[in-house]
T-cell receptor, first 118, second 113 residues
């Protein structure tokens, strides 16, 4: 099946610094990728939809200047958390949609990145 | 506001039991309902349902959708400890920004020996 990777799997950073998370589709080209955030014992909250070659679409309440998304190629999207604060500590998961797949709603998820801001 | 609600939030069963997980939704522009299993990390895909009344089956897991009553159930028969996970229900909706998934809060299932 389609494989999505994320890097790093875990990162600890100091308050005020920026952190970049990469999401790659390994065996397919993903024109659309999604970024989610998940707090402990809570569900996945969609942050933004990333489309290759165009600006990301952010969900209501998500600061686009704080969570910078770049989808420069068909296999890579990046999420940069700028000026991170402890409240940004969370589990960030990306997913990708295979345009050759049977459904435009089926998404393949990466393994997630655990961000801890101290 | 689009809403997906799962119940129960958590349950503990013994190996061999049968469990039924529930997912109800209130969304605009419904397109599909998906079930995922999440263990330590990334959710893995189980089923996608688009039509009412048609059961999807994979081994000991099965699921069905009722678009009139706006809910779906996920059944697991003869549960095993390896079924312990969070089961997520997600609804695919069409918005001005494109197609997206809205997730429920999940059901934490623990299967004990």
């Amino acid at each position: 099946g389609a494989v999505v990777s994320q890097h790093p799997s875990r990162v600890i950073c100091k308050s005020g610094t920026s952190v970049k998370i990469e999401c790659r589709s390994l065996d397919f080209q993903a024109t659309t990728m999604f970024w989610y955030r998940q707090f402990p014992k809570q569900s996945l909250m969609l942050m933004a939809t990333s489309n290759e070659g165009s600006k990301a679409t952010y969900e209501q309440g998500v600061e686009k200047d704080k969570f910078l998304i770049n989808h420069a190629s068909l296999t890579l999207s990046t999420l940069t958390v700028t000026s991170a604060h402890p409240e940004d500590s969370s589990f960030y998961i990306c997913s990708a949609r295979d345009p050759q797949g049977i459904s435009r709603y089926e998404q393949y998820f990466g393994p997630g990145t655990r961000l801890t801001v101290t | 506001e689009d809403k997906v609600v799962q119940s129960p939030l958590s349950l503990v069963v013994h190996e061999g039991d049968t469990v039924t997980l529930n997912c109800s939704y209130e969304v605009t522009n419904f397109r599909s309902l998906l079930w995922y299993k999440q263990e330590k990390k990334a959710p893995t895909f189980l089923f996608m349902l688009t039509s009412s009344g048609i059961e999807k089956k994979s081994g000991r897991l099965s699921s069905i959708l009722d678009k009139k009553e706006l809910f779906s159930i996920l059944n697991i028969t003869a549960t095993q400890t390896g079924d312990s996970a969070v089961y997520l229900c997600a609804v695919g909706i069409l918005t001005g920004g494109g197609n997206k998934l809205t997730f429920g809060t999940g059901t934490q299932l623990k299967v004990e020996l």
